[in-house]
């Protein structure tokens, strides 16, 4: 595998931010190979705030930057609310592109289920909102 200097300076940036690099020096200590992989299953996307990388981690999906505090939890109250699961595949998108179809909510007035465009306002300082647009 082969790198461009930008990917170095983020593989660079990542293992050397606090708890990244605790975690990668304790589970295994064989090599390159072994950051690689676990660099590759974990990392999601850039932030789009701050452009460090985002992990996923037991709970959610936080960025690298300790000044940072991007963070997409798995029990998001959106989709806890509409039965649906936030799953990595939603999560990589809305890093990526800012936005995803979502489809197989279920209404908690109808209890019927509906589909719509989930968009990622993440601009402030707090936590990431959410925006539901509806298509016809």
Same mark, same amino acid.
């Given at each position: ?22 975690? @990668? ?13 676990? @660099? ?8 789009? /705030? ?27 109250? @959106? ?8 799953? /990595?595949?939603?999560?990589?998108? @809305? ?23 989930? /968009? ?17």
């Amino acid at each position: 595998m082969s790198y461009t200097l930008k990917e170095t300076e983020d593989v660079n940036h990542i293992t050397s931010s606090p708890g990244v690099a605790d975690t @990668l020096h304790n589970s295994n200590s064989s090599g390159i190979a072994n950051v690689d992989h676990a @660099l590759n299953k974990s990392i999601i996307g850039n932030c789009p /705030r701050c452009k460090a990388a985002v992990m996923e981690k037991f709970r959610g999906y936080f960025c690298c930057n300790p000044n940072c505090k991007f963070a997409l939890f798995k029990d998001a109250g @959106l989709f806890t609310s509409q039965k649906r699961t936030f799953d /990595r595949s939603i999560a990589i998108a @809305l890093v990526t592109n800012g936005s995803v179809f979502v489809t197989g909510f279920i209404s908690q007035k109808t209890h019927m289920p509906y589909n719509a465009l989930v /968009r990622l306002d993440s601009e402030g300082d707090g936590w990431p909102q959410f925006r539901l647009e509806f298509v016809k």
